[in-house]
């Protein structure tokens, strides 16, 4: 009698287990298909893809293509640090604030931006002009130097810098006369206009050239952030001091870019 109840117990003890496997089973995601089981970890994998392949639409600082004390003497070390982390850094961190209220502006280069002001929202467009174009001109200002750089110009550019300006000494005189008479913070400027002319110009604070169809071909920064530590209120000798880093090759392959159909 005892032999059969306990075959009894453990036929019903089998009994539970199954159904309780089929119970749970289902509940934590798994059927009892492998065909099942594979289409369900595929669809997991292809969520995760899914959510790597989303990148943020959002400008960065280019790194510089020198090292940070590759300019001394004539700029210094900490001017560069902080210059490019710190200054560049905070106009690409307020333009992307500013873009990243508007997904449909987010991720078109800065250049679309700045020549496109009317068309931006009104909230965010004085914010989008002062960081967009600090970004855009401390970018150019970066490629406009190099180490063991300087020198005079070189190609198409330094034809045409002799036929406007008669020479390359009056150039500079136009060029350091337009940065030391910009009043307060700006830029000085060596642009292309819409007719294909050479031009000196200057631009308040973080102003672009772009913003009147013209393409800027060579820049320097006079805000006082970019010379103080070294030059103090001497901002004419930061002037003079600063083609010693010009990297004429750039400007040069800039002018030939700016004139290509």
């Known amino acids: 009698m005892r032999s059969r109840w306990s075959s009894i117990l453990l036929m019903v003890l089998m009994c539970v287990s199954v159904v309780t496997w089929n119970v749970i089973q289902p509940l934590a995601g798994w059927s009892q298909s492998p065909v099942d089981r594979t289409a369900m970890a595929d669809q997991l ?119 406007t300006f008669g020479s390359f000494e009056k150039f500079k005189a136009a060029f350091k006369k337009a940065g030391v008479n910009q009043f307060g913070s700006g830029w000085v400027w060596l642009v292309l206009t819409k007719a294909g002319k050479l031009e000196v110009t200057s631009t308040p604070n973080q102003d672009s050239p772009l913003f009147e169809g013209k393409t800027p071909l060579l820049g320097n920064d006079v805000w006082e952030h970019a010379y103080y530590l070294k030059y103090q209120n001497r901002r004419a000798d930061y002037l003079d001091a600063w ?17 290509s159909p």
Request: no cysteine; net charge positive; proline share 7%.
């Open 243 to 259: 083609w010693n880093v010009v990297n004429w090759d750039k400007v040069n392959a800039r002018y030939k870019e700016a004139q």
């Open 45 to 163: 994998g292809s969520m995760s893809v899914i959510a790597q392949a989303s990148p943020q639409k959002t400008f960065t600082v280019p790194p510089l293509p020198y090292a940070y004390d590759a300019l001394t003497p004539y700029i210094d070390t900490q001017t560069m640090t902080i210059h490019h982390d710190k200054h560049h850094g905070a106009y690409v961190s307020k333009l992307n604030a500013a873009i990243a209220k508007y997904p449909s502006w987010e991720g078109k280069p800065v250049e679309e931006l700045l020549t496109n002001l009317n068309k931006i929202p009104a909230d965010i467009r004085t914010t989008v002009r002062n960081n967009g174009g600090g970004h855009a001109n401390h970018t150019l200002f970066w490629e406009s130097m190099a180490p063991k750089a300087g020198g005079v110009p070189k190609g198409e550019v330094a034809t045409a810098i002799n036929q």
